[in-house]
């Protein structure tokens, strides 16, 4: 019986048919981006105001991830507690991720200036600049996948590392379009700052 008499609020609804198609993932992201938008405006500030102190840039990429994750998957997340909780549970592994990127990072801007500037030595420093470039590639791609083994499954860190390299490469052309969608978008806030602001 439904509220003061009127109508059947116990007779159940069409619901979803069991096999029905599922929408393609292009459209799903902005179907999911439009409708999660000040949600994620409140994340990206949450992530920010963790990443001020070096220290917690790895354990707030974590909570970001997990709750991002959960929003692609459409799963139900709640954008605080879900947060901290996953900030604090992987604290331990992002934070020792972070410290592994720091000299990383700076190895590869240094490799980076040395074979520019060694380009036209020889032939030498051109295969070794080409085999720097692919082991750097293999490194960002790897990177795609750290924070979501992270926080999905409970693994040793070398386990994590071991497969992340696999997806890097077994996912090649997949993270070579991800990193050109990300270059353009890098590329447009450089480009039009104060309009994507």
Same mark, same amino acid.
């Given at each position: ?32 981006? =439009?409708? *999660?938008?000040? $949600? ?5 500030? @949450?992530?920010?105001?963790?990443? /001020?102190?070096? +220290? ?30 996953? =900030?604090? *549970?992987?604290? $331990? ?5 972070? @410290?592994?990127?720091?000299?990383? /990072?700076?190895? +590869? ?89």
């Amino acid at each position: 019986m439904g509220i003061f008499g009127f109508g059947n609020y116990d007779k159940p609804g069409p619901g979803v048919e069991k096999d029905a198609p599922q929408k393609h993932r292009f459209f799903l992201f902005w179907e999911v981006y =439009f409708r *999660k938008f000040w $949600k994620l405006c409140q994340m990206n500030m @949450l992530y920010f105001l963790f990443c /001020i102190l070096i +220290v917690t840039i790895g354990p707030a990429t974590a909570g970001f991830t997990y709750v991002m994750r959960n929003f692609a998957r459409e799963e139900h997340a709640f954008l605080w507690s879900d947060f901290f909780e996953q =900030f604090k *549970k992987n604290f $331990k592994q992002s934070f020792i991720v972070s @410290l592994i990127d720091i000299p990383l /990072i700076v190895l +590869v801007y240094v490799n980076y200036q040395f074979y520019t500037q060694m380009w036209s030595k020889g032939l030498l420093f051109q295969i070794a600049f080409g085999l720097f470039v692919a082991a750097a590639l293999v490194y960002i791609f790897s990177k795609f996948y750290v924070y979501q083994l992270i926080v999905t499954f409970d693994m040793k860190l070398r386990h994590i590392y071991k497969d992340c390299f696999i997806f890097a490469i077994v996912g090649l052309w997949r993270n070579i379009l991800l990193l050109l969608v990300i270059a353009a978008i890098w590329f447009l806030i450089w480009l039009f700052p104060i309009a994507i602001i």
